[in-house]
């Protein structure tokens, strides 16, 4: 496997169930996301994807919102950046980032960029399938393309020159992608786990490699 991707569910059903506020949770979830960081120079993986904030988290009580996307935004310049830098990690971010609150802008211009060997975090923020899809369409209809192909498509994603994720890991018990990277998750096998995210092990994904390991992928195809 080269590259997984993670949807870093539960965080405010993890808080709510120990008595503690929604934004705590959100906290915590952070917390685990520097540990995945700090654990990826060690996986073997090339890249991974990360679901940090959704188009559909707007619909979410204006306080909460703007408590995770200051959450994400203190750890990315704080913590994770740091630890992307020491190990060569390059972080690149997809989804409608212009968009993104006005401090968001030079946090993301300032993240570490190594060369092409280097491995990669992709962080998917304010991010939809839906919305992708449709900023797609607006570049090719933008550079006045009459024929439609593939590669055009895949060339005018948020991903494009990455491979499409080779599994989709889930945590916090629900079993959908929930509107993340539908195109690209066309032959990603998927895995569910009942964890909520701030329970986030390396145990977790080394189990997942394990197991993708004994998938035979056809894509379409028969079986030799």
């Not at 569910?9 to 906290?27: C, P």
């Not at 996301?33 to 679901?51: C, H, K, S």
């Amino acid at each position: 496997m080269k590259h997984l991707a993670v949807i870093m569910d539960g965080n405010g059903r993890y808080a709510e169930q120990r008595g503690l506020e929604r934004k705590q949770g959100h906290f915590m979830g952070a917390e685990a996301f520097v540990t995945l960081v700090r654990d990826f120079p060690l996986l073997p993986l090339e890249i991974i994807t990360v679901y940090a904030f959704s188009t559909e988290n707007y619909k979410r009580p204006k306080d909460e919102v703007n408590s995770i996307l200051k959450i994400i935004a203190t750890f990315l310049e704080n913590k994770v950046y740091k630890i992307a830098r020491e190990n060569n990690v390059t972080v690149k971010f997809i989804g409608d980032i212009y968009s993104l609150p006005e401090y968001f802008h030079k946090i993301i211009v300032s993240a570490p960029v190594f060369d092409s060997d280097s491995k990669i975090i992709v962080i998917a923020l304010n991010y939809g399938g839906l919305d992708e899809v449709c900023r797609a369409v607006n570049k090719i209809q933008a550079k006045k393309i009459n024929f439609i192909t593939e590669e055009i498509i895949k060339d005018n994603l948020d991903t494009c020159g990455l491979p499409f994720p080779d599994a989709v890991l889930r945590y916090g018990g629900e079993k959908r992608l929930s509107n993340f990277l539908p195109l690209q998750t066309i032959y990603s096998e998927l895995f569910f786990i009942n964890k909520f995210w701030p329970e986030y092990d390396k145990s977790d994904i080394l189990f997942i490699i394990e197991q993708f390991g004994k998938i035979k992928r056809k894509f379409g195809g028969l079986n030799d």
